[in-house]
């Protein structure tokens, strides 16, 4: 079984920059499409960026299109979110999500109801 591990969110003002992590442990030998997603209170969870296992493909909700960036490191099997100019509106739990593929290697995937793993999530708290 794998465990997917978020860290790296925090408080931040409005402007600064918030470099999240996604660590998978366990049986990692299963190649992974990921994603991430984030919760606000009384908001559903909604999509924020995906890349494909090959890290070639990324996708980006058009909320944080030219502020977020997603990347992976297959050898050290994290995905990372970076996000600059933060804004408010960013306030949330972010959650890392994982869908094993055995071929399309350089798909992304948009929706929750694709991935079957979920980390537990990192609050990320922006001030102004």
């Known amino acids: 079984q794998v465990q997917f591990v978020e860290s790296g969110g925090g408080l931040a003002q409005a402007g600064d920059s918030l470099r999240l992590s996604c660590a998978a442990s366990?049986?990692?030998?299963?190649?992974?499409?990921m994603g991430w997603f984030r919760q606000a209170p009384g908001k559903e969870r909604e999509f924020v960026a995906a890349?494909?296992?090959?890290?070639?493909?990324?996708a980006y909700a058009d909320s944080v299109k030219g502020r977020f960036t997603i990347s992976r490191d297959i050898g050290e099997n994290t995905v990372y979110l970076q996000i600059d100019s933060l804004k408010r509106e960013d306030a949330a739990v972010y959650f890392c999500?994982?869908?094993?593929?055995?071929?399309?290697?350089?798909?992304?995937?948009?929706?929750?109801?694709?991935?079957?793993?979920w980390g537990q999530g990192t609050q990320v708290t922006v001030s102004s």
């Open positions: 890349i494909s296992w090959s890290g070639t493909n990324r």
């Open positions: 366990g049986r990692t030998a299963f190649r992974y499409a």
């Open positions: 999500a994982a869908k094993s593929i055995y071929s399309a290697a350089t798909w992304y995937y948009t929706k929750d109801y694709e991935y079957s793993e």
